[in-house]
């Protein structure tokens, strides 16, 4: 199993759309968690962390289920602008020194 | 310039040259990272650096590539007799020693070895 997943895509919505992607993750002891967004030809970008409890920052939602070991990342309302590739990114020694990304989640918003 | 630098931008080599590529971390951080991204993934850890320390090295770092961080400001990564699957964006990260931090990438530098 690979260290990080998730489903490459693409995701083509439609604008005002709400759309959901999740991430699986092998170590159970990671403790770190992220989302990325990279557009094409560009560096990734930190979109937000992923917190234990759930976090929210405008129209994004981050949730982490430890049990399943997957985090998750809602976008809603979606915007022609929210059109990139996320990736999802999680430590994964007990150290937090060493993250892995994800393969990343095409978004295509449509007009 | 509060950001991660990473020069060159673009480097077009041809086969079995060495090239060497530049990273300036943002001041403050102490840890400097170095990715390599291939079209269609995700980038993949190469090595890291706390200060001048490199702590840990991938198994996809073969013993053509180096990397070093003297004084634990910039750093440089060097591959030696370079080979068609060394073409890949190399991306800079830099972030604070903490793993509650995220990375602050540079913008990379794209190789392309013909």
């Known amino acids: 199993r690979k260290e990080v997943e998730q489903d490459p895509g693409p995701f083509n919505v439609p604008e005002g759309a709400t759309v959901a992607f999740n991430c699986t993750y092998s170590?159970?002891?990671?403790?770190?968690f992220f989302w990325y967004r990279q557009d094409c030809r560009k560096e990734p970008k930190l979109l937000m962390s992923?917190?234990?409890s759930g976090n929210e920052d405008g129209r994004f939602t981050a949730q982490l289920n430890r049990a399943s070991q997957y985090i998750s990342l809602l976008i809603r309302d979606s915007k022609l602008s929210d059109s990139a590739t996320y990736l999802c990114?999680?430590?994964?020694?007990?150290?937090?020194?060493?993250?892995?990304f994800g393969p990343g989640t095409r978004l295509s918003v449509l007009p | 310039d509060t950001g991660v630098s990473q020069d060159p931008r673009h480097k077009i080599t041809k086969r079995g040259q060495n090239v060497t590529f530049r990273c300036d971390p943002i001041?403050?951080?102490?840890?400097l990272y170095w990715y390599r991204q291939t079209l269609g993934q995700g980038p993949e850890f190469l090595t890291y650096?706390?200060?001048?320390?490199?702590?840990?090295k991938s198994r996809l770092l073969s013993d053509r590539f180096s990397a070093e961080r003297p004084k634990g400001s910039f750093s440089t990564l060097e591959i030696q007799r370079t080979e068609q699957g060394d073409s890949a964006m190399y991306l800079c990260a830099s972030s604070l020693s903490t793993f509650l931090s995220g990375y602050t990438f540079g913008s990379g530098t794209r190789l392309t070895v013909v």
């Open positions: 001041s403050e951080h102490n840890r």
């Open positions: 992923v917190y234990s």
């Open positions: 650096f706390q200060n001048e320390a490199q702590l840990e």
């Open positions: 170590n159970s002891a990671s403790q770190s």
């Open positions: 990114v999680v430590n994964i020694d007990n150290y937090g020194q060493n993250f892995v």
